[in-house]
């Protein structure tokens, strides 16, 4: 059976150099130096915004001041996220070609590795069910987004679970402009999202789901996950990109 | 003598049918794109992308057809993947940029 390495490596409290691993990683596993790895993390306050979004029209900067929110940029498209320690972020990373995503279409890599988080979420007792574009549903309300992209030779999807973060703050600090509310028939970009708690209707750790989707992952694909360590070359090339890249501004608010 | 500035500022938030939002800002002058920033939620790979259909879209005229045959050109020469967004979002969001102060 395929092994994958499983890595809970984060900094919670420095959300530019948690993103600054999320890239070292595929970047490490597409030249053949890492194995197939999933990543476990958390951040604390924090705007994750995509690639392509501008910070200044997604983001409500008073209310970031007011409540401790950082903003960082991560280099995968898609839309901005809150984070904060009610938040599961996981990172699966493979070199391109694998078995699982052979492809290279980026809707498939979606589907295919929401797959685990989706069979994790039900094993809780959610009726979880992947909706396209990128997110993950409970009863037509988003309690995980994704994220991901296929270049350096790697195929990578990174996601985040709601699983008892603060939906009052998630509503202050995002500017979600009025098209896509319209779009989605909802008021607020509260009433469009859910924790994994209130649909649960019981208190609940981001340690059981991440428990939850280990077992979800290594049966939706076949493997076994095995908890290993980060390469030197992985830590270094984290603070490399967090040096470089992801502790600055004109990367983290520009344009 | 400085030539006169009829340089305008649109702005458009298109939102792909059952996709992403497209965030247009652009100096347009004499029906021209002068300069281009699109923003938005949609993913694009390879993402630096994103970068060279801006600048392709330097000095093409705010028409539909010659926006078309730029974007479709862009497509098929880089092989970039959208998703969330079709090729034709990006000519309806520029298209639909309106003036603003």
Redesign the interface.
């Known amino acids: 059976m395929e092994t994958w390495r499983l890595v809970e490596v984060e900094y919670r409290d420095n959300p530019f150099l948690n993103l600054a691993l999320e890239e070292a990683i595929p970047r490490l596993v597409g030249e053949g130096k890492a194995p197939s790895t999933v990543r476990f993390w958390h951040n604390s306050n924090t705007i994750v915004i995509?690639?392509?979004?501008?910070a200044k029209?997604e983001v409500n900067m008073e209310a970031c001041k007011e409540t401790g929110t950082e903003i960082v940029r991560r280099?995968?498209?898609?839309?901005?996220v809150y984070h904060d320690s009610g938040n599961l972020n996981y990172a699966i990373s493979l070199r391109k070609g694998h078995r699982l995503v052979p492809d290279g279409?980026?809707?498939s890599v979606?589907q295919r590795l929401s797959e685990g988080a989706v069979e994790g979420l039900r094993e809780l007792g959610l009726k979880a069910e992947f909706q396209p574009?990128?997110d993950i549903q409970v009863d037509g309300k988003k309690v995980s987004g994704a994220?991901?992209?296929?270049?350096w030779n790697a195929v990578f999807h990174h996601g985040c679970i709601l699983v008892n973060s603060d939906l009052n703050i998630l509503g202050k600090v995002l500017n979600v402009?009025?098209?896509?509310l319209?779009?989605k028939h909802v008021a607020s970009v509260q009433k469009r999202v859910t924790t994994v708690r209130d649909e649960l209707g019981r208190d609940i750790s981001t340690r059981e789901v991440r428990d939850a989707m280990v077992g979800g992952i290594e049966s939706c694909y076949g493997v076994r996950m095995e908890s290993g360590v980060l390469m030197k070359e992985e830590v270094w090339l984290a603070e490399e990109l967090y040096q470089t890249k992801y502790s600055r501004l004109e990367w983290n608010l520009e344009? | 003598m400085s030539a006169t500035k009829l340089e305008r500022l649109r702005s458009a938030?298109?939102?792909a049918p059952g996709?992403?939002?497209v965030?247009v800002r652009l100096k347009e002058e004499q029906g021209q794109i002068r300069s281009i920033?699109?923003?938005?939620?949609?993913?694009?790979?390879?993402?630096e992308s994103?970068g060279k259909l801006e600048k392709m879209l330097e000095d093409v005229p705010l028409r539909e057809p010659e926006l078309r045959l730029l974007v479709d050109r862009f497509f098929r020469g880089t092989g970039a993947?959208g998703?969330?967004v079709a090729p034709d979002d990006f000519v309806k969001a520029i298209l639909s940029a309106k003036e603003t102060v």
């Open positions: 995509g690639c392509f979004q501008s029209l280099f995968t498209g898609g839309g901005a279409n980026l809707q979606f574009v990128n994220a991901g992209s296929i270049r402009p009025r098209a896509k319209e779009d344009p | 938030d298109y939102k996709g992403k939002l965030r920033r699109i923003t938005g939620d949609f993913f694009l790979v390879p993402e994103l993947q998703l969330g």
